[in-house]
């Protein structure tokens, strides 16, 4: 997979998206219309519970409670697994349905103020799924099942949103982002601490300051090349075949694996792509950044074949679908 600068070959998409006018009345703002059939990918959640013990009483802002609860539990072991919307749902009184929204199964009110993690009578605590990403193997088990259903698995496109902290470089006096260092001190802590004094804006005594090229995960050439522009959002768009995201190890081939990140010791990574298709356009999978699920056009096989996999939560959702954080009017 490599990066293109002919970035009309996403022209396709733009007329089948709902202009700036009506931009997010519906999914059609950022899922292309015209597919037989469409399916919601749920992205999937969190939870976690105390080994012998159990979570301090809400809310969270009781910090004597939990400061008791870490002193009484120094060694805490705490379980914490995948979970799907449809488990969130059984274990918070809630229904699971095709337009569900996170906020209304965990509870609207709880889940607006994001302080007070909703938990369960077994003790256990919900996480929210991850807004524009998911796990990298639950990607590829997407990607491998929509690469069986196009005439071009090996030739395809792939856009990643622009805006997402680190990916492009900029010119600037401070840089694409930061890390900090949490632990003890170590031989490169010097460097560390001017790099972090560098990073923090001094308009006042740096008035003059001259800007420079801050790197990103992807180069410069990248970083100032073409987008494809659709509403709303600006993609850099790479070329390559579909099923090479089908692979299990797909973050440590292509072009943006975040290779920054780990040299600060994270382990590898790579950005949910947020859009991609094969050149058939047989399918067109879209991971919108605001979302916690994944968008899914195509005809109605790859569709039923997402919908019958278990190993994905996927449920068929109709064209014009309200996914807005209030359209869930099951569970009110």
Excluded at 117 to 136: I, K, L, N, Q, S
Excluded at 175 to 201: C, K, W, Y
Aim: net charge negative; no cysteine; hydrophobic share 40%.
């Amino acid at each position: 997979m490599e990066w293109t600068a002919d970035v009309t070959a996403g022209d396709w998409l733009r007329d089948r998206l709902d202009d700036s006018e009506n931009w997010g009345r519906s999914m059609h703002g950022v899922v292309p219309r015209g597919f037989a059939a469409y399916a919601r990918v749920f992205h999937p959640a969190t939870r976690d519970r105390p080994v012998g013990a159990e979570w301090p009483p809400q809310p969270y802002s009781d910090h004597r409670a939990w400061d008791a609860f870490q002193r009484a539990h120094p060694d805490l072991d705490v379980i914490d697994e995948r979970v799907d919307w449809a488990t969130v749902a059984a274990a918070l009184g809630k229904t699971m349905h095709p337009l569900a929204q996170w906020g209304n199964l965990v509870g609207i009110d709880r889940w607006a103020d994001r302080e007070n993690d909703p938990r369960d009578a077994e003790g256990w605590r919900y996480h929210d799924p991850e807004e524009g990403g998911m796990p990298a193997d639950v990607l590829s088990t997407l990607a491998g099942i929509l690469a069986a259903h196009t005439t071009t698995p090996d030739d395809g496109y792939v856009a990643l949103w622009e805006g997402v902290g680190g990916l492009v470089g900029h010119l600037g006096t401070s840089p694409s982002r930061t890390f900090f260092q949490i632990g003890d001190a170590s031989p490169e802590l010097d460097h560390h601490n001017a790099m972090l004094g560098r990073s923090v804006p001094d308009p006042f005594n740096n008035v003059f300051r001259t800007a420079t090229w801050q790197d990103g995960i992807l180069s410069r050439e990248i970083s100032e090349g073409p987008r494809l522009e659709l509403p709303g959002r600006g993609h850099v768009l790479f070329r390559g075949g579909v099923s090479e995201l089908g692979d299990p190890d797909w973050v440590l081939s292509v072009p943006w694996r975040d290779r920054v990140a780990e040299a600060h010791g994270f382990p590898p990574s790579a950005q949910t792509p947020s859009i991609v298709w094969p050149a058939d356009r047989a399918w067109v999978s879209v991971t919108e950044v605001d979302y916690d699920s994944t968008i899914v056009g195509g005809a109605r096989e790859p569709i039923a074949a997402l919908v019958a996999d278990p190993r994905l939560e996927a449920w068929e959702i109709p064209a014009d679908a309200d996914l807005t954080f209030d359209a869930d009017e099951v569970n009110r």
